[in-house]
């Protein structure tokens, strides 16, 4: 097969290209470092020739609801009609688990998102993951100022980003099935813990200030809207593991 990956340079998107050319099949990737720039959405039509399926993990970062529709806004709608003229059969969104339930912030994003591609002109497969255990790695990135690390109160059961690549890819292989089980890691746990285990982990260190976020989007993240349910599909990879097997 000839998969596209949108996000192919990005903290799941890399999986996916190497789960992709594992199984044998070529991974086209289009990201802005590759040359190619969803939101503005042009060249996309020389890039798609002969692509059997899109899977689609672009990202922006921010916590804006405004930013975050006109990206995920624009991406999809350029994504979706550059396949339909394409003609490609098959298109694979990455969503978040309770986005729908708390559609604020980068949520508002995923939930048009998800509006565009259930109801697009292109067949369709929608994934919903929890936080991947490389958001602590994010959420550091992002927050963090010298040795104090800020991060959101919030509960979460993260999985690891590799295990969710494989999901895609398999869905992607599969053809489309349109909303399929949640995925999720094997346990709930803190997001300060996670930081601060990983501030520890990469050799970081500093103070973890737990920070309970204000509204909508604090109470989801504190409340376990972000956590699946019972009937969701589980990775096996802990996060304790994960962390111990981070490349030194
Ligand atoms: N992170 C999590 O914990 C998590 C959990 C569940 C679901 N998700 C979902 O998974 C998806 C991927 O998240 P991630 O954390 O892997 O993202 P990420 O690491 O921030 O990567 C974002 C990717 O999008 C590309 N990109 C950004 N702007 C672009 C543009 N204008 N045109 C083309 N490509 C563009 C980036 O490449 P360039 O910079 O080269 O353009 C990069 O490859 C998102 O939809 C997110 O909502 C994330």
Redesign the pocket.
Known sequence: MRIAV????????RHVVDVVREHGHEAVV?????G?????GTGLDEVLHGVDAVV??????TQSGKEAVR?FGA?STNLLAAEARAGVGHHVA???VGSDRAPVG?YAG?VVQEELVTAGPVPWTLLR????H??AG?LLGQLGFGPVHPVPVMRSQPVA?RE?AERLVGLAEAGPAGRVPDLAGPEVLRMTDMVRSYARATGRGGVVIPVPLPGRLGRAFRDGTLVPGPDADRGVQTFARWLAELPG
């Open positions: 949108a996000g192919g340079t990005g903290t799941v998107g289009l990201s802005r470092s590759s190619v720039d969803l939101v503005a689609d993990v672009t990202s922006v970062m990206f991406v990455l969503s978040v980068h995923k993951a929890t936080q991947f490389e958001f994010q980003a969710v």
